[in-house]
């Protein structure tokens, strides 16, 4: 991406933060010995550290447009997840970033007839979100999303504190409960300005979805598995996973 397209989002994204949300956002000044974050915002005595990504190609769907009919592809978010760990890696590698900055990490994640699935799997991404269903040892069906049922970016980078998934007009917060400032941002007075605000621990409380608060190695699911089953007396459950298909009409 050229530094003028990355000059052009960050001054869009700081007049959304500026305009929209009543923020006050300064551009920070690119130095040519290292790299920094675009924006810092401040509000109330705090600093939020923000960097902003685009990531509005889809060659995966493009892919499947241009394939056979019948064609099926498992969609993967690999490059989006590169992305925000780039972004991170500027922000936490900022050599003016204070012990008390808050971080935010700003994805452009959708163009009009260019993007579909960017947004979705960069929250699954974020959350290591699969969906899980079955039925629990008092015989209820359910079908729930699981956050952090796989390895994921917010439980790798716990001083990540949010990261904004912005696809077109919707316009999602996803806050990490694993951060240490996860209280503070839950009340910041700027959320309901979002389209939605991604919450594992309220999705919880409300029984919307399952959440693997555990310590087990995500790469071992009958371990994760096990542990939900103990903490939501479940049955064994079944990952559901969708696949793209390529059928022209």
Same mark, same amino acid.
């Given at each position: 991406?050229?530094?003028?397209?990355?000059?052009?989002?960050?001054?869009?994204?700081?007049?959304?933060?500026?305009?929209?949300?009543?923020?006050?956002?300064?551009?920070? $000044?690119?130095?040519?010995?290292?790299?920094?974050?675009?924006?810092?915002?401040?509000?109330?005595?705090?600093?939020?550290?923000?960097?902003?990504?685009?990531?509005?190609?889809?060659?995966?769907?493009?892919?499947?447009?241009?394939?056979?009919?019948?064609? $099926?592809?498992?969609?993967?978010?690999?490059?989006?997840?590169?992305?925000?760990?780039?972004?991170?890696?500027?922000?936490?590698?900022?050599?003016?970033?204070?012990?008390?900055?808050?971080?935010?990490?700003?994805?452009?994640?959708?163009?009009?007839?260019?993007?579909?699935?960017?947004?979705?799997?960069?929250?699954?991404?974020?959350?290591?979100?699969? $969906?899980?269903?079955?039925?629990?040892?008092?015989?209820?069906?359910?079908?729930?999303?699981?956050?952090?049922?796989?390895?994921?970016?917010?439980?790798?980078?716990?001083?990540?504190?949010?990261?904004?998934?912005?696809?077109?007009?919707?316009?999602?917060?996803?806050?990490?409960?694993?951060?240490?400032?996860?209280?503070?941002?839950?009340?910041?007075?700027?959320?309901?300005?979002?389209?939605?605000?991604?919450?594992?621990?309220?999705?919880?409380?409300?029984?919307?979805?399952?959440?693997?608060?555990?310590?087990?190695?995500?790469?071992? =699911?009958?371990?994760?598995?096990?542990?939900?089953?103990?903490?939501?007396?479940?049955?064994?459950?079944?990952? =559901?996973?969708?696949?793209?298909?390529?059928?022209?009409?």
């Amino acid at each position: 991406m050229s530094q003028k397209h990355v000059d052009s989002d960050a001054e869009m994204i700081r007049g959304i933060l500026r305009d929209v949300l009543g923020l006050n956002v300064s551009m920070i $000044t690119p130095s040519p010995e290292y790299k920094s974050p675009d924006l810092l915002i401040e509000f109330a005595g705090l600093r939020v550290l923000t960097e902003v990504e685009r990531k509005t190609d889809d060659q995966q769907f493009r892919d499947l447009v241009d394939s056979k009919k019948g064609a $099926t592809i498992e969609y993967s978010g690999a490059r989006t997840e590169e992305r925000v760990k780039n972004a991170w890696r500027q922000i936490r590698d900022f050599p003016d970033r204070r012990p008390s900055d808050s971080t935010l990490i700003w994805l452009i994640a959708g163009q009009r007839d260019a993007t579909i699935l960017t947004a979705e799997a960069a929250i699954a991404r974020l959350y290591g979100v699969e $969906t899980l269903e079955g039925h629990t040892e008092a015989d209820e069906y359910y079908s729930k999303p699981c956050y952090f049922f796989y390895e994921s970016l917010f439980f790798k980078y716990k001083h990540l504190d949010a990261v904004v998934v912005h696809s077109c007009d919707d316009v999602s917060l996803c806050l990490n409960p694993y951060s240490p400032r996860y209280a503070a941002w839950r009340i910041f007075p700027f959320l309901s300005a979002f389209s939605a605000v991604i919450d594992p621990v309220a999705e919880e409380s409300a029984g919307a979805a399952f959440f693997a608060d555990c310590d087990s190695d995500r790469r071992n =699911t009958d371990q994760v598995a096990g542990y939900l089953r103990q903490k939501y007396q479940l049955r064994r459950p079944t990952i =559901t996973r969708f696949v793209l298909v390529n059928m022209p009409v």
